[in-house]
Each structure stands twice: as C-alpha cells, then as structure tokens.
C-alpha cells in the first residue's frame, strides 16, 4: 500500500488515530519541508502527524523533531507530534515514552477492520490487496520453516516476550493459513475468485491474490502441502 493511500485513510477518517481530531492541512509546506498531517484536537492544540507505511525507524524521530521546531515557540509550546506507522518496535517504544513523543501503531489488518465497518469499498481494496500480500508471503516463508521478517523477534527482546510473539504468529498464521487452504480446496473443486469470495465472504481482490499466490506455485513446499492436503480431503 502507498504512503499516500495511508495518508488518504488517515485523513478522512481521523479519528482512527483519536477522537474529535480536525484536519487542517496534508503535505503542509514549511520552510521547503512538507509535513504529512496537520491536525488539530479537542483542546485546540496542533498536532503533527509523520505517516509510514511501514515500521518506524530512527531517522523518523529526527524528521518530526525537525518539523515540531518550526511550530513550537515560547508563546505557544502546545503544539504535539506523533509517528504513526504499521509496526513501532519495542526500543522506540520505550524511546517515545521516555522524551514525550506520541506515536501509534496501525498495522494493515486494523485498518481493513475499520474500513470494512465503514463500508468504505474504495479504500478497503488497497489495504486489503496489502493484507493479501503480507498473507501469502508470511504463509510461504512459515512453510518454508523460516519466520517472516515482519514478525520476527530481534536481539534486544527478552525470551518471555520472543516466546509470546511467536505464541501470536502462530495464532495469526493458523487464521490466514485456514483462509488460503479453504481458497485452495474450493480452487480444486473448480469454484472461480468470485464463487470462493462470496462462499468465504472475503474481499475479492484478497481471493484474486490467494488464487495468484497458489497457481503461481512460488513456494515449492507450498505447492506439495496443498496437494497433500487435497488428496487426503478425497
């Protein structure tokens, strides 16, 4: 999913990020710097906003430092930023909380889960395609007996918390794992995308992706658990 699709969401709904949140502005023109979002909340105070579609690095603290500098002064210290990104790991967590800053976590799948309630058809093909994706690739790389980079444990995680993410990842491949066999048995049984998307009641640009992941066969282990699986449901 773009940045800029991520930007669209956020801006048009705010109140994924907060409550009673006014946008006043996207890609705000300062000092030949754009900031993603500017917003302000309940109380009247500013807030900035640093969008990524993606996991929230270092150089992201250094950027929304740089933008708060233009809008702080001594007569008005209210103003407040906040990264936002997919995924914030733990050590920036604990960074964030540390000097003041606001940050938030909103992985793809939130975001499908809020835009479906909304009925928002739009939106909700982009970031399902982008669910789909992380799907299929976190399937193949479990079968492959390889955790998927998005989700694995780094160094500085303790073995209580390493022990628990995996615990989670299984949960979450067992759910997607369910999803993509269910597509696989019904492609076998001669069901095309749109059968198996209202038999599954899943989005059909997320059952294309499934489809186009099976018959594309990336996954040679992949390839061999389906067909075991199809033999045995005989």
Same mark, same amino acid.
């Given at each position: 999913m773009k940045e800029s699709v991520f930007e669209d969401i956020i801006a048009k709904y705010p109140e994924v990020i907060e409550d009673a949140l006014k946008l006043l502005g996207r890609q705000v023109n300062v000092e030949g710097k754009r900031i993603d979002l500017l917003l302000e909340d309940k109380h009247g105070q500013k807030l900035i906003i640093e969008l *990524?579609?993606? =996991? %929230?690095?270092?150089?992201? %603290?250094? /950027? %929304?430092?740089?933008?708060?500098? &233009?809008?702080?002064?001594?007569?008005?210290?209210?103003?407040?930023?906040?990264?936002?990104? &997919?995924?914030?790991?733990?050590?920036?967590?604990?960074?964030?909380?540390?000097?003041? %800053?606001?940050? *938030?976590?909103i992985p793809p799948r939130r975001l499908e889960s809020f835009l479906n309630e909304k009925g928002d058809k739009d939106l909700l093909r982009f970031v399902?395609?982008?669910?789909?994706?992380?799907?299929?690739?976190? &399937?193949?790389?479990?079968?492959?007996?390889?955790?998927?980079?998005?989700?694995?444990?780094?160094?500085?995680?303790? =073995?209580? /918390?390493?022990?628990?993410? =995996?615990?989670?990842?299984?949960?979450?491949?067992?759910?997607?794992?369910?999803?993509?066999?269910?597509?696989?048995?019904?492609?076998?049984?001669? &069901?095309?995308?749109? /059968?198996?998307?209202?038999?599954?009641?899943?989005?059909?640009? *997320?059952? *294309?992706?499934?489809v186009g992941f099976l018959k594309n066969n990336r996954h040679p282990s992949v390839v061999e658990f389906f067909r075991g699986s199809a033999d045995s449901g005989r």
């Open positions: *990524k579609a993606g =996991t %929230i690095v270092r150089k992201d %603290i250094a /950027q %929304i430092m740089d933008y708060e500098g &233009y809008f702080v002064s001594r007569y008005d210290p209210t103003v407040r930023v906040m990264l936002v990104g &997919y995924r914030v790991p733990r050590n920036l967590q604990r960074v964030f909380d540390h000097h003041g %800053i606001e940050w *938030k976590e399902s395609e982008e669910v789909a994706e992380n799907d299929t690739a976190e &399937y193949g790389s479990e079968k492959e007996g390889t955790a998927s980079p998005k989700s694995g444990s780094t160094k500085t995680r303790t =073995t209580a /918390q390493s022990a628990k993410d =995996t615990r989670q990842r299984r949960v979450d491949f067992s759910r997607k794992e369910g999803k993509i066999v269910q597509t696989a048995y019904l492609m076998r049984s001669g &069901y095309d995308a749109a /059968q198996i998307a209202a038999k599954l009641n899943i989005p059909l640009n *997320k059952i *294309k992706l499934y």
